[in-house]
């Protein structure tokens, strides 16, 4: 059985950047993909990032195209999601999730069976 794992939250100030991490104990995450969404206050999870079981292949939410770079290591059990010139908007708990029976891209929550405990991230302006 597949667990995750997110670290890497925090606070930080409008401009600033952060890099989160999920590593997965248990079950083969070469074969599966992997995704990261945001939930602040009082909203519904949303999707930020996928990558696919290789890594060759990503999509992003259209509010951190350009900012936000997700990446994988799959010796490592492990994917990344780099944030930089973060905005008070992204204020939010962070999740990463595993589609462990597909892996292709996926925007939406439901495709995801796995999912880690969330990470805080607070954006000051």
């Known amino acids: 059985q597949v667990q995750l794992v997110e670290s890497g939250g925090g606070l930080v100030q409008a401009g600033g950047s952060l890099r989160l991490s999920c590593t997965a104990s248990g079950g083969i995450l070469a074969l599966s993909a992997m995704g990261w969404f945001r939930q602040a206050p009082g909203k519904e999870r949303v999707f930020v990032a996928s990558?696919?079981?290789?890594?060759?292949?990503?999509n992003y939410a259209d509010s951190v195209k350009g900012r936000f770079t997700i990446t994988r290591n799959n010796a490592a059990k492990t994917a990344y999601l780099q944030m930089n010139d973060l905005k008070p908007e992204d204020t939010a708990v962070y999740y990463c999730?595993?589609?462990?029976?597909?892996?292709?891209?996926?925007?939406?929550?439901?495709?995801?069976?796995?999912w880690g405990q969330g990470t805080q991230v607070t954006v000051s302006s």
């Open positions: 999730a595993v589609r462990r029976w597909s892996s292709g891209l996926s925007s939406s929550p439901t495709d995801y069976d796995t």
């Open positions: 990558i696919n079981n290789s890594g060759s292949s990503t």
